[in-house]
């Protein structure tokens, strides 16, 4: 078995154990009842989209520097998984707050602006497919540096435009 392979066959392990520990282990909460448990899948692809787009930016970064078709290749891996994980978070989160504060969304900051990360990565596909070659790569490397800017937006934006559904980030 490669490399490739083991770590696929891992990841589904842990995705099937952690799913399992979701539903079985888990305990009920009290007010919000089986509804709060989409909170363990909505917090943690909001932070594999953070890290999936930040790797995206760094392989962009080091595919200008170097013209690495392999760099371009990763890059362009994370945003795809950015992107599937960007889609969960903005499936679950309205779930959560429909049952959590009675309102499937409201345009918040945090809300508003992972909506609009995600129509960047959208974006960021939509050029790739559009352009020639050697001249998808450039762009959607500079795109992929310039969309990340959005993510610490997103991350702090409950502080910098005092959101009322989101706790701080601080906390």
């Known amino acids: 078995m490669k490399l490739p392979q083991i770590i696929g066959v891992l990841a589904i392990t842990l995705l099937l154990l952690a799913i399992y520990l979701v539903f079985s282990y888990a305990q009920i909460e009290k007010t919000m009842l089986e509804v709060q448990k989409i909170f363990y899948f909505h917090v943690s692809s909001a ?14 970064i080091i595919y200008l520097i170097n013209r690495n078709d392999k760099c371009d290749a990763i890059a362009t891996s994370s945003a795809e998984l950015g992107l599937v994980f960007c889609t969960v978070v ?20 945090r809300l508003t602006s992972t909506l609009i990360l995600w129509l960047i990565y959208i974006g960021y596909f939509i050029l790739r497919s559009a352009l020639a070659d050697d001249r998808k790569k450039v762009y959607s490397a500079v795109l992929g540096i310039v969309a990340y800017l959005d993510a610490p937006i997103v991350y702090f934006s409950v502080e910098i435009w005092q959101g009322n559904l989101h706790p701080d980030t601080d906390t």
């Open 47 to 60: 932070f594999t989209v953070f890290i999936a787009f930040g790797v995206t930016c760094l392989f962009s």
């Open 90 to 109: 903005l499936m679950t989160g309205p779930i959560w707050a429909r049952f959590a504060w009675n309102t499937w969304w409201n345009w918040e900051a």
